[in-house]
């Protein structure tokens, strides 16, 4: 079935003009153009619109998505599976807020005793169920099923205080990269190494053992793996590439340090 530009468009639940945007950068073109110079679309484009949405609600940018769609390893049946499982982790994520929520509320009324510890604990279970179906079969393959399920277990005894330390250093460190990004700081800047030194303590908040070299193997993900560059690239890019090349170059000068507490000047 062919559509054209205004028929796609209520189909798709996007503009017109965001149809012709994407045409010009060249990532959705039509199937041909008529004489009269209206834009056309086939089933091979709708299908590719629909890629190109599906990434675009994960947040990636327009930029990435091209390069994805456009990869010689790209297949559809895998980019939907992916989308799949993201969604539903996203999904059990809010389920876990939502029931945190009323119990919550029912406590606030009397109606329901929670303790400190159920406060917490659908947060940190639902980072770890959406940590695991985004990344659980690359991390296992790399580290080991021990070496995860040891840091998940590590994540799920935090005390509150050692939850909210997590997710402040987590922030911190995003804040930092985007700064050090903008400003074209050095990675072999002191600025740079306080930003390694923090992402290793982040790392060892959920870690037994600590080591730079599987420091550096964390930072290779980065870069090398499409979900981790869109995770830290998601408002800055670059901010991946960055903290990949500073890790990978202050470790080094970390060796025979690796096990002992390194504190931030």
């Known amino acids: 079935m062919r559509y054209g530009i205004r028929e796609l ?30 834009r056309f ?25 091209r390069e994805i769609l456009e990869g010689e390893n790209f297949n559809v049946e895998q980019a939907l599976k992916e989308h799949l499982a993201e969604l539903e982790a996203r999904r059990e994520h809010i389920d876990a807020l939502i029931r945190t929520v009323r119990q919550t509320i029912l ?29 659980g079969a690359e991390i296992r393959a790399k580290y080991g099923e021990s070496c995860v399920e040891s840091s998940n277990q590590k994540l799920k005894n935090m005390s509150e205080e050692e939850w909210e330390q997590f997710k402040a250093l987590e922030e911190q460190i995003l804040e930092q990269l985007k700064s ?31 080591s730079a070299e599987a420091h550096r193997g964390v930072a290779s993900m980065y870069t ?25 170059y202050w470790t080094l000068l970390f060796t025979g340090q690796e096990c002992a507490e390194l504190r931030i000047p």
């Not at 679309?41 to 998505?65: P, S």
């Not at 090398?224 to 990978?248: H, M, N, T, W």
């Open 41 to 65: 679309y086939g089933e091979q484009e709708v299908e590719r619109l629909q890629q190109i949405l599906f990434y675009r609600e994960r947040g990636f940018c327009l930029k990435q998505i």
């Open 9 to 38: 468009s209520e189909l798709a639940g996007v503009s017109a003009r965001t149809l012709r945007y994407y045409d010009e950068i060249g990532l959705l073109k039509p199937l041909y153009v008529s004489e009269a110079g209206y």
């Open 107 to 135: 406590s606030k009324k009397g109606e329901y005793e929670m303790s400190d510890k159920e406060r917490f604990e659908a947060l940190k279970e639902a980072a770890i169920k959406e940590n695991e179906t985004r990344y």
């Open 224 to 248: 090398a793996d499409e979900r981790f560059r869109q995770y830290y690239d998601s408002e800055v890019p670059g901010c991946a590439e960055f903290l990949k090349q500073a890790i990978e």
């Open 180 to 210: 050090h990004v903008t400003a074209n700081i050095s990675f072999k800047s002191e600025k740079a190494k306080e930003l390694v030194l923090l992402h290793k303590k982040w790392l060892c908040m959920t870690w037994n053992r600590y």
